[in-house]
């Protein structure tokens, strides 16, 4: 009897060696967890946060061009430098297409701008696009305008112009085209890709 309430004693006396480090070892796992989901979420997080900004870039871009493509103008002449014009690449290349034409510009002033989008490469398979404005009345020997990053990690510039009857990955005419189609693809940063499309009708297009 007086050995049992000795262990009893001896028991209530607080916690082991043994039963502190199992009990520091189950709250180091814990922690840990804790601290790995933690840090998942802000990653996910960041890479939403990241994506949303991508695309809020590609949308505010398309609309831009949209809006410049809208107030397009006509040429005077089949060969004059304001022509609405649309290269596609070789078949080795990336997919970016080019784009150059006459516009009252984003800022509606009296002079026209000669506006051109093109893609420039920065990695495999991905470019930054660039924009360029001239005046429609500079000399043919200027050097042409410094550029202008637009958009980033840009997987694929696509544009499709409608002729009244079919759609052409290329424009070459001398007059404008109905509508234009625009396709950006961007890199969404986390092994994906973020497409955005639109189309935008000319008033002063081919009848």
Not at 149 to 163: K, M, Q, S, Y
């Amino acid at each position: 009897m007086p050995t049992s309430t000795a262990r009893i004693r001896r028991g209530s006396s607080g916690f082991t060696l043994l039963e502190s480090l199992v009990a520091l070892a189950i709250a180091a796992l814990v922690l840990t967890s804790l601290y790995g989901a933690v840090t998942r979420v802000a990653s996910v997080r960041r890479r939403t946060a990241e994506t949303a900004k991508r695309v809020t870039a590609t949308r505010t871009l398309l609309l831009d061009i949209a809006r410049e493509v809208e107030a397009a103008l006509a040429p005077d002449a089949p060969a004059a430098p304001e022509r609405f014009v649309v290269t596609t690449p070789d078949d080795a290349a990336p997919p970016w297409s080019a784009l150059r034409f006459a516009t009252r510009g984003r800022s509606d002033a009296d002079t026209p701008d000669l506006v051109s989008y093109h893609v420039e490469p920065r990695a495999p398979g991905r470019g930054v696009i660039v924009r360029r404005v001239g005046s429609r009345f500079a000399p043919a020997d200027r050097p042409e305008p410094r550029g202008i990053e637009a958009l980033g990690d840009v997987v694929r510039f696509g544009i499709r112009c409608f002729d009244g009857a079919t759609w052409r990955s290329s424009w070459t005419a001398p007059e404008l085209p109905r509508a234009v189609e625009l396709d950006v693809v961007v890199d969404d940063g986390a092994g994906g890709t973020e497409e955005l499309r639109t189309a935008v009708t000319l008033p002063l297009g081919t009848s």
